[in-house]
DNA sequence: ATGGTAGCACGGCTA
């Protein structure tokens, strides 16, 4: 554990990461692990899929990060653990787009507005969840319309979109399929038209990942998407130096199963 | 071939 006032004024530097851990409860050891290695001064969690005592807490407490969270039972479930200080002006929910699944917890820390979102996976576009999927994201513009002020704020998660074709495997398998649909490529060229911009894109090469399926192989096949995302505003994007996907994060260590997903790490400049 | 794997209210659903 490190001294978080003294440490940030010598290295003016925050590490910010976004991870989808697949179970905060089965993944609580894996995630120490990585705290302990990676030591992000910021990390937001999605697909927590416990709620209240289920919910280990502890393991970010004892490292001294602050925690703000919104969860529900079985699915879903968003987290926000920050060692800048304390987490602020927390909102929890997006009223009226998320049909009262825990998908987006926001929060001021350092002060930097951080939005971790869980968006809709869609399932297939002939299911119910894809437009409940559409819904959501035209929900996340109108409210994101509101709250950005133009203070430092990143829009962080799990987007579940892949928005071009050097971010999927195999572009022309998915022409119809959620993850990759151009009523999905829509709602994400709206989210940039607020300001907003990927800042992972320009630091990582064609092709790079940070999903990988569970099934068939995907992950030593290189079938992967980079469907989790940091989108930044002016004021955010600035203080940006790198980012890149932490893929060995993606493979079992100490013989624990990794998450389905690889942490995406950005590095910004202090205030 | 409607699979394959992992996680959650233990078992159908979600990803």
New binding site residues.
């Given amino acids: 554990m490190r001294r978080a006032s003294s440490a940030d004024l010598e290295a003016p530097r925050v590490k910010l990461v976004t991870w989808n851990v697949?179970?905060i409860?089965?993944r609580a050891d894996y995630v120490s692990l990585f705290l302990d290695a990676e030591a992000p001064d910021v990390l937001a969690v999605q697909e927590l899929?416990?709620d209240g005592p289920?919910i280990p807490l502890a393991l970010f407490e004892a490292r001294g990060y602050h925690v703000a969270f919104h969860a529900q039972?079985?699915?879903n479930g968003v987290l926000i653990a920050s060692r800048l200080g304390p987490i602020e002006a927390v909102h929890r929910g997006l009223e009226g787009a998320d049909e009262g699944e825990a998908r987006l917890v926001s929060g001021v820390t350092g002060g930097l507005r951080i939005v971790n979102l869980y968006c809709?996976?869609g399932?297939r576009v002939d299911s119910p969840?894809f437009p409940f999927k559409l819904r959501f994201f035209d929900g996340l513009r109108t409210w994101l319309e509101q709250t950005l002020d133009g203070s430092p704020t990143v829009v962080i998660g799990d987007l579940n979109i892949a928005p071009g074709p050097d971010d999927i495997w195999a572009p022309e398998r998915f022409a119809d399929v959620p993850s990759y649909h151009p009523e999905e490529h829509a709602r994400w060229d709206r989210l940039l038209a607020l300001g907003l911009s990927d800042v992972v894109r320009p630091h990582v090469p064609p092709k790079t990942y940070s999903f990988w399926d569970?099934?068939?192989g995907a992950f030593h096949r290189e079938h992967g998407m980079r469907i989790d995302h940091v989108l930044a505003n002016a004021a955010a994007a600035d203080r940006v130096e790198g980012a890149w996907v932490a893929r060995d994060w993606r493979k079992k260590k100490d013989g624990l199963?990794p998450s389905d997903h690889a942490p995406v790490v950005v590095q910004l400049r202090g205030a």
């Fill in positions: 697949n179970s409860k089965a899929k416990v289920n039972p079985r699915w809709p996976q399932q969840k569970y099934r068939g199963t």
